[in-house]
């Protein structure tokens, strides 16, 4: 069983910045690829950005340039940096992992964490 706990979660006024931060503990491998979702009300949950344990990343087109996703070495801990919020940007966001990139990147896997939600006003 994998455990996945977000944090930072909040209310921001357009413009302002957030800082959301993921632990995976219990049943995990090395080398895990880990991954933040969001899901707005009446949509359907889509990838913000991804991160392998090598440092590779994969961006959504709607955040590319405002969100930054980072972990830290040789931990299964994951951050997203997010600026220059929008109103559009409000959702729940979640937490993944998986030994595979791509199947983080495709939304193929089973671990979520609980979700974070995101508010941000205009």
């Known amino acids: 069983q994998v455990q996945l706990v977000e944090s930072g979660g909040g209310l921001v006024q357009a413009g302002g910045s957030l800082r959301l931060s993921c632990t995976a503990s219990?049943?995990?491998?090395?080398?895990?690829?880990m991954g933040w979702y969001r899901q707005a009300p009446g949509k359907l949950r889509e990838l913000v950005a991804a991160i392998d344990s090598s440092g590779t990343t994969k961006y959504a087109d709607f955040v590319k340039g405002r969100f930054t996703v980072s972990r830290d070495p040789g931990k299964n801990t994951v951050h997203l940096q997010m600026n220059s919020l929008k109103p559009e940007d409000t959702a729940v966001y979640y937490c993944t992992i998986d030994p595979r990139f791509y199947a983080v990147v495709n939304m193929m896997v089973s671990a979520w964490g609980q979700g974070t939600q995101v508010t941000v006003s205009s």
């Open positions: 219990g049943k995990i491998f090395s080398g895990n690829a």
